[in-house]
C-alpha cells in the first residue's frame, strides 16, 4: 500500500543507453513531480504535471522526458546518458490546494 | 534569483539536547515554508509547515520559527532522539505548486 512507488530503486547502465524511470501514486493526488538530488544532498525539480499537463519543466536537458499517460503516473524517460546524470531521482505527488508533497523512496541511478 | 540555505552543514548533539536547524531564504516573495527530514536511502518526509502569516508554529516535539524581516527559518526539535538522526532541508514556495529546497543539514544524535 505504498503511497508513491518508484521503479527501479536502482538502476547502473553505461553512458549512452537509454533507461526509463516509472513512478505511481495512489492518493488521488492531482500533481506529481521529479526531482534530482545530487551528491551533495541538494534537491532540485524537474518537472511537474498536473493531471497529464506538464506544468513546470525546469531548463532540463531534452534527452529527459517525462511523460504521464494519466494523473496517477508519471514516467521519466532519459536518452544518451551522461555520467552527469547520475544522481538519485526521486518521484512526488501532491494535491492540487497544497503543498503537502509525498515522496517516492528515490532511484538511485548510477552511469558508468 | 530564489534560493533558500542553511548555515550549519552537520549539526551534533546529545540524545535529550533541544536541536536548533537554521535556514536562510531570499525570495521575499515566498509566502509558504516546510522542513522535511530525509533518512538514509529514503524520501524526504514532511515534519511542520508554515505560512507567512505566522511567525510560529508548534507540533509534536517540533516548533517552526518564521521571521521575515531577516528572512529566516528555523526548526527546534526538543529532546531530540537517536531517531531524529537524519537530513533535514527546508523548503520555500515559489508558486505553480513548486518547492525550493534548501541545501540539507544532517543532524547526528548521540546517545
Not at chain 1, 58 to 78: C, G, M, Q, W, Y
Not at chain 1, 83 to 98: I, M
Not at chain 2, 76 to 81: R, S
Request: charged residues 20%; glycine residues 8%.
Amino acid at each position: 500500500d505504498t503511497a508513491v512507488s518508484q521503479t527501479p530503486k536502482y538502476l547502473v547502465t553505461q553512458m549512452g543507453n537509454d533507461k526509463s524511470i516509472k513512478c505511481e501514486q495512489n492518493l488521488g493526488h492531482d500533481t506529481m513531480y521529479w526531482y534530482k538530488q545530487d551528491s551533495k544532498k541538494f534537491l532540485k525539480i524537474m518537472f511537474s504535471y498536473n493531471n497529464k499537463e506538464l506544468i513546470i519543466n525546469e531548463t532540463v536537458p531534452n534527452r529527459f522526458s517525462p511523460k504521464s499517460p494519466d494523473k496517477a503516473h508519471l514516467n521519466l524517460h532519459i536518452n544518451s546518458l551522461e555520467l552527469g546524470d547520475s544522481a538519485v531521482y526521486f518521484c512526488a505527488s501532491s494535491p492540487l490546494s497544497n503543498y503537502g508533497y509525498t515522496f517516492g523512496s528515490g532511484t538511485r541511478l548510477t552511469v558508468v | 534569483g530564489e534560493s533558500v540555505g542553511l548555515h550549519l552543514p552537520t549539526l551534533s548533539v546529545q540524545e535529550g539536547d533541544n536541536s536548533i536547524i537554521n535556514c536562510a531564504y531570499s525570495n521575499s516573495a515566498s509566502d509558504y515554508f516546510i522542513w522535511y527530514k530525509q533518512e538514509s536511502g529514503k524520501g524526504p518526509q514532511f515534519i511542520i509547515d508554515i505560512r507567512s502569516n505566522m511567525d510560529k508554529r508548534q507540533g509534536q516535539r517540533v516548533t517552526v520559527l518564521l521571521n521575515k524581516t531577516v528572512k529566516h527559518l528555523s526548526l527546534q526539535i526538543a529532546a531530540t532522539q537517536p531517531g531524529d538522526s537524519a537530513v533535514y532541508f527546508c523548503a520555500e514556495s515559489s508558486g505553480f505548486q513548486k518547492l525550493v529546497f534548501g541545501t540539507g543539514t544532517r543532524l547526528l544524535v548521540s546517545p
